[in-house]
Structures are given as structure tokens and as C-alpha cells.
T-cell receptor, first 113, second 107 residues
Framework: DGGITQSPKYLFRKEGQNVTLSCEQN?????MYWYRQDPGQGLRLIYY???????QKGDIAEGYSVSREKKESFPLTVTSAQKNPTAFYLC????????????FGPGTRLTVL | GIQVEQSPPDLILQEGANSTLRCNFS?????LQWFHQNPWGQLINLFY???GTKQNGRLSATTVATERYSLLYISSSQTTDSGVYFC?????????FGAGTQVVVTP
């Protein structure tokens, strides 16, 4: 089945630790995205990538880092510099960047204790 | 940046009722999507609708790009329709999400 997978589903970390969230897609999509969702709110864009080895900051990139070494994979690292990292993180992909339909993974719930 | 406003913020329906959700946006957009977020957090694609009208079963959507709004219609609502409905618009290659409409359908 083609789709987007995210792991783990739930993640607990101590304050001050970096943590990496996984996102993999087998849809052969060029573009991939990371969003953050806080309770009762919409999604906010963290980073996006149109092509391998290239990525751009979204609206709330501070405290996060990404890499795009393979077309299928777009991992997100939540660093200790992120002031309020507890949130629901969603990964998405689209065929291209310019307004193509986005498809989402199941998400990772990160709790920092 | 582009502003996206959804209304109403909350909606309580009795099973079988019809409803309309609205999405207003502040600038011209390349594309627009409607999503349903289920209780487990999964975002399900409902419509990819930059303009015009589309229907999928009991759901339909209309986007009037020149007037900068889109409408999502739910007919004969069912309890499985409960959840949050999001509108997202594409501006310069990045999607901007509205705050969502929380829908509760009671038996």
C-alpha cells in the first residue's frame, strides 16, 4: 500500500534532550512537509522540502532541524532550543510543491516531561 | 501572509441534520483542500477544490475563488462525521490552515 508512515506514534522525552521524528513515504512524491498542531488549533508549517538535499523554513522553524538525504525520508529533529516542544507533529507529502494535493501521515504525539 | 478563517468554530448536530461550514481567505490562492481530522488525529482528505463544485457521497464542496471563500456541505449527518474539519489554502507553494470547525453529531 502506498502511503506515509510516521514513527513512533507516541514519544516521551526529558526536557533538554534532542529527539528525532521519522517520516517515510512511498508515493514517489517530490515534496515533503512537517507541521505542528497544538490542542484546539490548526496546523502550522515547520519545514518543507521540494527536492532531495534542499529544504526551506516554514512559519515556526526555530528550535527544529530537518534533513532530506533521500526522496522517501524527511526526519525532523526537535532540539533542546525549542521552548515548548510538546505537541502533535504531522508529516505530509505532495507530488510537487506548487499547490499539489497534500497527503498526511498518522502523526507523532511528543510529550516533553 | 494569507489569513484563513473558518466558521463556525463549533457545531453540534443531531444525526440526520444538514450543515454548512465556511472558509474565507484573504488573498488569491492556487489551491484549496478540505480535511477531516478524526479522533485519533489522522487528517483525511475530503476535497481538493481550487474552484467549482465537487461531491463525494453525502459531502460536497464549492469554492468561489474570485470571492475568496469555500463551503463544505454535510448532508444527512452521521455520528462518524464527528471531528474537526480544516480548510487549507495554498499560497506560494505553502499551505496555510484555518483553525478548524469542531463538529459533534449526536445520535
Amino acid at each position: 500500500d502506498g502511503g506515509i508512515t510516521q514513527s513512533p506514534k507516541y514519544l516521551f522525552r526529558k526536557e533538554g534532550q534532542n529527539v528525532t521524528l521519522s517520516c517515510e513515504q512511498n508515493l514517489n512524491h517530490d515534496a515533503m512537509y512537517w507541521y505542528r498542531q497544538d490542542p484546539g488549533q490548526g496546523l502550522r508549517l515547520i519545514y518543507y522540502s521540494q527536492i532531495v538535499n534542499d529544504f526551506q523554513k516554514g512559519d515556526i522553524a526555530e528550535g527544529y532541524s530537518v534533513s532530506r538525504e533521500k526522496k522517501e525520508s524527511f526526519p525532523l529533529t526537535v532540539t533542546s532550543a525549542q521552548k515548548n516542544p510538546t505537541a502533535f507533529y504531522l508529516c505530509a507529502s505532495s507530488k510537487g510543491l506548487a499547490g499539489d494535493e497534500q497527503f498526511f501521515g498518522p502523526g507523532t504525539r511528543l510529550t516533553v516531561l | 501572509g494569507i489569513q484563513v478563517e473558518q466558521s463556525p468554530p463549533d457545531l453540534i448536530l443531531q444525526e440526520g441534520a444538514n450543515s454548512t461550514l465556511r472558509c474565507n481567505f484573504s488573498d488569491s490562492v492556487n489551491n484549496l483542500q478540505w480535511f477531516h481530522q478524526n479522533p485519533w488525529g489522522q487528517l483525511i482528505n475530503l476535497f481538493y477544490i481550487p474552484s467549482g463544485t465537487k461531491q463525494n457521497g453525502r459531502l460536497s464542496a464549492t469554492t468561489v475563488a474570485t470571492e475568496r471563500y469555500s463551503l463544505l456541505y454535510i448532508s444527512s449527518s452521521q455520528t462518524t462525521d464527528s471531528g474537526v474539519y480544516f480548510c487549507a489554502v495554498d499560497s506560494w507553494g505553502k499551505f496555510q490552515f484555518g483553525a478548524g470547525t469542531q463538529v459533534v453529531v449526536t445520535p
